[in-house]
């Protein structure tokens, strides 16, 4: 059993930076494949970046924000992080830690959300 919590979310100008954190507890973090996951109003929860466990720390974005979202773990921490700059106002959705454990079946857990608004 594994569960997320974050953090960090809040009204931000466009143009401006947030940084969300994940803290996760019940698993071992370490092996989790993790990620931050996004719905805005009227649309399907879509990726924004992951990062792989077991140490490799391998990341991947999204087109529309890569440049701008920086993804990160600590795994001593049991933590992800999302730095994201430059904001837009698509930007603005609900965003949602994500992870998976790659050695159970059907073993994907999710937080249960911090808004991120982008609005002047």
């Known amino acids: 059993q594994v569960q997320l919590v974050e953090s960090g979310g809040g009204l931000v100008q466009p143009g401006g930076s947030l940084r969300l954190s994940c803290t996760a507890s019940?698993?071992?973090?370490?092996?989790?494949?993790m990620g931050w996951y996004r719905q805005a109003p009227g649309k399907q929860r879509a990726l924004v970046a992951t990062?792989?466990?077991?140490?490799?720390?391998?990341?991947r974005y999204a087109d529309s924000v890569q440049g701008r979202f920086t993804i990160s773990r600590d795994d001593d921490k049991k933590m992800i992080f999302l730095q994201m700059n430059s904001l837009k106002p698509d930007d603005t959705a609900v965003y949602y830690c994500?992870?998976?454990?790659?050695?159970?079946?059907?073993?994907?857990?999710w937080g249960q959300g911090t808004q991120v608004t982008v609005s002047s």
């Open positions: 994500g992870g998976d454990n790659p050695w159970t079946t059907g073993s994907f857990y």
């Open positions: 019940g698993s071992n973090f370490r092996v989790l494949n």
């Open positions: 990062t792989t466990g077991s140490g490799s720390g391998r990341t």
